[in-house]
C-alpha cells in the first residue's frame, strides 16, 4: 500500500476529499482560533493466542473515526466521532464548543520538513493466511516442549495496521502507515514439585516473515533459559542495595521513572521534579538520555508525529546535565520553543500529548 492509498481509504472511500477538509477547517479558523486540525484514523487489529496446545482465541477488529480539535492559548476544544461522514465532520465542526477567545495569542509557526521513510508499508494482517499464522503458534509449542522441564507453552500474536490522515488549518495535508507485529512466548517449567515461569519475544513495524525460524528459536530459547534460572534462584535479601540492570525492556524502568518526568506537559506545569532544571546536573556523569523516534523498524518510530512533524533524536541529557524536554506543537509554543516530534495521540478520540517514542540511556 501507498501514502494515495492512505487517502483513497479514509477520503475518497467515504466521499471525503482534500478542499471539503479545508473548508471545514476554515471554518473553525473563521472563529478565531490559533490552530486547528482534523484527525482521520483507520486502524485493524488482529490477534491469535495458543495455551495449552490449543488456539484459545482469535480476534479481528477494525476502529475508525475522525478528531476535530481547535486551540486557543493554552486551552483545547475537541471532538470525536467514530465514522467518516461529510454531514457528521460538518455537524462536529459547526457543534464545537468554543469559548470567547479575542484577545489570543500568535499562530503556530512550525517550520515545515520532510517525511521520513522508517519502515515498510506493508499490512502484517494479509502478508500471511490464517492458518499460516495458527501453524507458526503451532510449531512454538512443539519446540517450546522438546525441553523436558516444559509443561506448557503460551505463544500469543498480535498485529495492527493503521493508516492516519491529518489536516491542519495552515493548509498542511500529511498521511502515514504505520504496521506493528509482536510475538509473545511464555514457558512454564517444572522440577521438584516447584514451577516457573519466564517470557521473551519481540517485534516492531516488520512482515510478519520478521519471524524466521531462527529468530523464533532464539526467544524459545531465552523464555527457557530465564524460567530454569528462576527455579534454581534464592529470595533476594531484604534492604537498599545497588541493582544492576540489563539492555532491553529493563529500559521501561528508565521509561516511568524518567522519562514521563521530561515530557513537556508536567514540565510546563511545573510538576515534574526536572522542572526548571535545564543546564543542571540531574544524573550520575556519564548518563545520556535520548528519545529517538526514527529509528527505522522500531516499535516506537513514527514517520511523522500525530500533528504531522517528522520525529527526530532528542538528547534529553547528556553527562547527567539536563538539555531539554519533549514537546508537542501546543506545550512547544506555550514555552516558545520548537516541537521535538513527539506529538502522540492514543487514537483519534484522544487530543496529542508530547510522549516518548524509542527512549534509551
Same mark, same amino acid.
Given at each position: 500500500m501507498s501514502h494515495a492509498q492512505v487517502s483513497q481509504n479514509l477520503l475518497y472511500n467515504n466521499q471525503l476529499d482534500e478542499t471539503f477538509l479545508n473548508r471545514q477547517l476554515a471554518k473553525l479558523t473563521h472563529r478565531g482560533i490559533d490552530f486547528a486540525d482534523l484527525y482521520l484514523q483507520n486502524t485493524a487489529s488482529e490477534s491469535w493466542v495458543l495455551d495449552e496446545g490449543i488456539i484459545k482465541s482469535g480476534s479481528f477488529a477494525i476502529n475508525q473515526g475522525i478528531g476535530v480539535r481547535a486551540v486557543c492559548g493554552e486551552k483545547t476544544f475537541f471532538s470525536y466521532a467514530n465514522a467518516l461522514d461529510t454531514q457528521l465532520i460538518s455537524n462536529l465542526v459547526d457543534n464545537l464548543f468554543i469559548?470567547?477567545?479575542?484577545?489570543?495569542a500568535k499562530a503556530y509557526s512550525q517550520a515545515p520538513s520532510a517525511q521520513l521513510d522508517l519502515y515498510t508499508l506493508t499490512n502484517p $494482517?494479509? #502478508?500471511?493466511?490464517?492458518?499460516?499464522?495458527?501453524s507458526l503458534l503451532q510449531q512454538i509449542d512443539q519446540l517450546g516442549r522438546k525441553n523436558s522441564y516444559v509443561t506448557n507453552v503460551i505463544a500469543s500474536i498480535n498485529l495492527e495496521y493503521d493508516q492516519v490522515y $491529518?489536516?491542519?488549518?495552515?493548509?498542511?495535508?500529511? #498521511?502515514?502507515?504505520?504496521?506493528?507485529? *509482536? $510475538?509473545?512466548? #511464555? $514457558?512454564?517449567?517444572?522440577?521438584?514439585g516447584k514451577l516457573e515461569r519466564a517470557g521473551a519475544g519481540g517485534g516492531g513495524r516488520y512482515e510478519l516473515s520478521y519471524f524466521s525460524p531462527e529468530m523464533? %528459536?532464539?526467544?524459545?530459547?531465552? %523464555?527457557?533459559?530465564?524460567a530454569?534460572?528462576?527455579?534454581? %534462584?534464592? %529470595?533476594?535479601?531484604s534492604g537498599e542495595m545497588p541493582i544492576v540492570l540489563g539492555n532491553g525492556w529493563a529500559g521501561v524502568i528508565l521509561h516511568?521513572?524518567?522519562? *514521563?518526568?521530561l515530557e513537556g506537559d508536567f514540565n510546563r506545569k511545573g510538576s515534574s521534579a526536572f522542572s526548571g532544571k535545564i543546564g543542571q546536573q540531574v544524573a550520575s556523569n556519564g548518563v545520556t538520555v535520548i528519545d529517538e523516534g526514527c529509528i527505522a523498524d522500531r516499535r516506537g518510530s513514527l514517520n511523522i508525529d500525530d500533528e504531522g512533524n517528522p520525529t527526530q533524536r532528542t538528547v534529553l541529557i547528556e553527562d547527567g546535565i539536563l538539555q531539554g524536554y519533549l514537546y508537542d506543537e501546543l506545550n512547544a509554543r506555550l514555552m516558545n520553543t520548537q516541537s521535538t516530534g513527539n506529538g502522540r495521540r492514543e487514537s483519534f478520540a484522544s487530543n496529542p500529548l508530547p510522549r516518548m517514542t524509542n527512549t534509551y540511556m
Open positions: 469559548e470567547n477567545v479575542s484577545g489570543i $494482517l494479509y #502478508s500471511m493466511e490464517s492458518a499460516a499464522k495458527i $491529518l489536516a491542519r488549518s495552515d493548509e498542511r495535508q500529511f #498521511s502515514d502507515i504505520r504496521p506493528l507485529i *509482536h $510475538l509473545s512466548i #511464555s $514457558l512454564i517449567v517444572s522440577k521438584d523464533v %528459536a532464539s526467544y524459545i530459547d531465552k %523464555a527457557y533459559e530465564q530454569m534460572l528462576k527455579l534454581e %534462584a534464592k %529470595a533476594a535479601p516511568e521513572a524518567v522519562g *514521563h518526568g
